[in-house]
């Protein structure tokens, strides 16, 4: 069912004005930087070498094999396009310390080695053995391909076929499942790095059983009448016990499931594995589910960064319509998750709107999670702050830094794609692809200040000097006028098909396709029903979603209003990389001491300033927020978008 894959990172240079600064300084220094936090005494690298011993400080947590593999995934993906022999090293040394702590039968996880050794897959809802697992599988795989070392992808493969046999239909955990996916995504990868049926197999068991029957958890649960490792006790009430359930989306098959609920990272891994195996197994049963459940995301549930999940007490999904600004949620790992799993839904379908949303939650919701020198972070990402908000240089749960390092370091995989015939660019990315197309190699040469402006100039080189296929190339739907040359000559009727520029012919070097976007300021409404966003607006241009920060303002950004026929300048901005917004707004007035009074406030004029999102915390404390009150009346005027208008743009199509 697949209609398209992504390049391996080997074939994909990047040279990006905007992009390569960043993914240089992955590599640098926040990778050095996140090596370090794990190296202090008692923490993840220690903890490989199995000496702890109960009542010893630092307990090893439940999940920190997934640190050190997503950190070492992060590290390959480096790896496969720059030589760097110290990150290479120290990469080689994270990997014999996994291989020490491996159990003759394959098992590897410290957590049940030493806090809890005799309790394996007795706790599969709350202790996280099989999440610990898919990243060290994800790891392996990508070090693999980054090498052609095999050091990682042995050991993993030793722990992935210790699960097949325990979670084989036969096997002592028969119908289990775990309870924080992402084992299911990853068996998927090692599956197409060895061609090894079973592990497919394993996934697509684990994805079918789920929701079928309470978790083995539940059942031990109800045997020993104890409670889980932290301290979860089954629920009595029918209804309570269905939010249990939703909390990691076991509260039905998944094929039947039609709203995103529960825990967002655990439904973003969830569902790109689902998408994986739609394509693989060619089930049209899991893709209506998956297109149900992206409608239920996309509509009603995701914040306009691209942030997915809104309640903190869960971490995850509530409501229809709740979106909090100040007091939301929006984890790093989830918007990471999102982009996973929209590119997926793309490859699969062959549709550019998912790539919209994909552009949305790469360049806003991934980016604000880390700091301009890549050394702070942010679990959360709120829409506004009261200025008491900044990013951390680590967290006991340090889920999120390594996650949206690997994530950049793998952005080769995500800005162009391949079908037999076909060469599709994703993501305006200054850098080369190289195809290979039934007609040919052909090698795609990307030249563009995006996100700064919209031209996009594209250079073909065929291997043989010229070859049959199609190019296509992604145009975003908030993008309403692209102009479009080919080789100098406008291009009066393009096909659009699926939110790609289609180009079928026979090319040959040197041939150029240009592209300008319209990269005007966007306001965007949400939805009536979104309270925090009432009577407020959004500015938008290109894919970036802008916010105004305290520290350009000398007045509470909060009291900010914009009316609808003022003119936003925007102003190429070095700091950020994109653009600057400025426009006259006015602010209340200073009020008379009084907290209540029969008499609205005064007001005065002012300079609006609005930053990218992605940037906001890197100048010290301030207040910060997303929407801004709209100083306009009645009716949206015409050639705007209309409240009702969703985040993917609404852009009509696929």
Known sequence: MRTREPLPLTAVTIDDRFWAPRRELIRTRTLRHQEGQMRRPG??????????RPGDPHEPHIFWESDVAKWIEAASHCLATTDDPELDQAVDEAIELLAGAQQDDGYLNVYFTVVKPGQRFTDLRDAHELYCAGHLVEAGVAHFEATGKTRLLDIVRRYADLIDTVFSPDGPCAGGYDGHQEIELALVKLYRATGERRYLDLSRRLIDWRGQQPFYFEVELQRRGTPGYFGTRLPQRPEDARRFREYNQSHQPVADQAEVVGHSVRAMYMYSAMTDLAGEYDDDRLLQALQRLWTSLTTKKLYITGG??????????????????????????????????????SNLTGRGHYIDTLERALYNGVLSGASADGTHYFYGNPL???????????????CCPPNLARLIGELGRYVYAQGPDEAVINLYVAGTGRFTLTGGEVTLRQET??????????????????????????????????????????????????????????????????????????????????ASAAGKVALERGPVVFCLEGVDHDCAVHTLTLTRDTRIHAVPDERTGVATLHADATTDATADGQLYGNRPPGRRS??????????WGNRGLSGMTVWIRDGGLGAVPAGTASNSEHVESSNGRG
Do not use: K
């Open 308 to 345: 997915a999940g809104s309640d903190p007490s869960i971490e995850g999904f509530g409501p229809d319509y709740d979106l909090p600004d100040a007091h939301g949620y929006a984890e790093t790992c989830a918007s990471v998750g999102l982009v996973q799993w929209a590119q997926r839904m």
């Open 606 to 615: 002012v300079t609006l300033t609005a930053v990218p999102y992605f940037s």
């Open 449 to 530: 200040r995006y996100p700064q402006d919209g031209h996009l100039a594209v250079t073909v080189t065929p291997t043989d000097d010229e070859a049959e296929f199609t190019l296509a190339i992604r145009i975003p739907g908030w993008s309403r006028q692209p102009t479009i040359t080919v080789n100098g000559e406008p291009v009066d009727q393009p096909v659009l098909r699926d939110g790609y520029l289609t180009l079928s012919r026979r090319w040959r070097t040197g041939d150029l396709v240009e592209i300008d976007l319209d990269m005007e300021v966007r306001r965007t409404w949400a939805h009536p029903a979104v």
């Open 384 to 398: 506004a702050s009261d200025g008491t908000v900044a990013r951390q240089e680590w967290f006991g749960c340090a």
């Open 43 to 52: 923490q993840q690298f220690d903890a490989l070498t199995l000496t702890w």
